[in-house]
């Protein structure tokens, strides 16, 4: 028979879900999107558009690969968010974020007078839609005690 911490590790803990497992979807979720684009000089997007500036250097493989990396971080989160929630479960997770945001501005809670205050609440939206799709398979078995599965055939 298998002792109580031997059992910990047969790999249960790591199939649990918490709330930080949910914060370390979030965390990475949010890593790429704002690696990809943000309103600052420090993502992505910044650093290719500044290559095409007066005072630039042409592309180079270094601009390539850390696209291909950000590619397939978006594929990989993009596809699990998409297979967990579905179509319909993006655009009512949309509609949830977007109603969130309009309360909070509501209410006087959140500014977004600017066009950079504005795209940051978009981009953390988007964070978090992606962080609950990532989440939603386990959150879903929690509250239905069903498991989630592809079934291709």
Known sequence: ???????????????????????????????????????????????????????????????????????????????ATQRSLGFLGLLLGGALLGGVVWLLVDVGWLNVNTLSSATWVGLICVSALLAIGLSWSHVWRRLTGQFEVDDDN
């Open 1 to 79: 028979m298998a002792s109580k911490s031997e059992k910990g590790r047969s790999g249960r803990a790591s199939r649990e879900f918490n709330f930080l497992s949910f914060v370390w979807r979030l965390v990475a979720s949010t890593i790429l999107v704002v690696a990809t684009y943000n309103p600052t000089r420090f993502s992505y997007w910044a650093w290719l558009a500044k290559t095409r500036g007066p005072d630039s250097s042409d592309l180079g493989p270094e601009h390539f690969v850390v696209g291909i990396v950000l590619l397939i971080g978006w594929v990989i989160l993009l596809a």
